[in-house]
């Protein structure tokens, strides 16, 4: 899932270079924390949060594939 948050990450940004996602593992849930440059956090975000959305729906289709819980958070750099 790691691969596939940071894939599309640097789909959407001007500098992919600096795309960074770390994962957290729980027992059943795994929380990934998005990092990318300065100024380029709207482009992973969208209009009303709508892109960000579209990749937690994607993480949520992929986890119950797998019975796991996937979490996205956008950290501000």
Do not use: H, Y
């Not at 937690?56 to 996937?70: D, N, P, Q, V």
Request: glycine share 10%; proline share 3%.
């Amino acid at each position: 899932m790691k691969e596939l948050v940071e894939a599309i990450a640097k789909a959407l940004v001007d500098n992919p270079e600096q795309v960074s996602v770390r994962a957290l593992e729980g027992e059943q849930s795994t929380v990934l924390e998005l990092k990318v440059a300065e100024g380029e956090l709207g482009k992973v975000i969208g209009k009303q949060g709508r892109i960000a959305e579209a990749i937690r729906t994607i993480l949520g289709a992929a986890g119950t594939k797998m019975k796991r819980r996937f979490t996205l958070e956008i950290l501000k750099p």
